[in-house]
């Protein structure tokens, strides 16, 4: 069983930063996808930044420069720094994983429980 556990939510002020992490635990064979999704209330989950294998990284536009997706592969952790939020990044944060585990031949979508991340004076 895969786990993707995250941490680092919380409440900043406008302009202010957080960053999330998120970590994948199980027997995993490969990553072939990391990535953070958000929902806001009322709202569809949408894609806020992703690294597909090779490094290939992906921005919602509204985040580009603000927002840095990155991943430590030796730990399986995935992190996304959050500079100069705004009210509008309210949302739930969650991480998600394309993987494949060890002797399974299909690929799979896992997801975390979600962190909720608040941007409010």
């Known amino acids: 069983q895969v786990q993707l556990v995250e941490s680092g939510g919380g409440l900043a002020q406008p302009g202010g930063s957080l960053r999330l992490s998120c970590a994948a635990s199980g027997m995993i064979f490969r990553i072939n996808a990391m990535g953070w999704y958000r929902q806001a209330p009322g709202k569809e989950r949408e894609l806020v930044a992703q690294?597909?294998?090779?490094?290939?990284?992906n921005y919602l536009d509204d985040v580009k420069g603000r927002f840095t997706i990155s991943r430590d592969n030796a730990k399986n952790t995935l992190y996304l720094q959050m500079n100069s939020l705004k009210p509008e990044d309210t949302a739930v944060y969650y991480c998600?994983?394309?993987?494949?585990?060890?002797?399974?031949?299909?690929?799979?979508?896992?997801w975390g429980q979600g962190t909720q991340v608040t941007v409010s004076s």
């Open positions: 690294i597909i294998i090779g490094d290939n990284i």
């Open positions: 998600n994983a394309n993987l494949r585990q060890l002797g399974n031949s299909k690929d799979f979508i896992s």
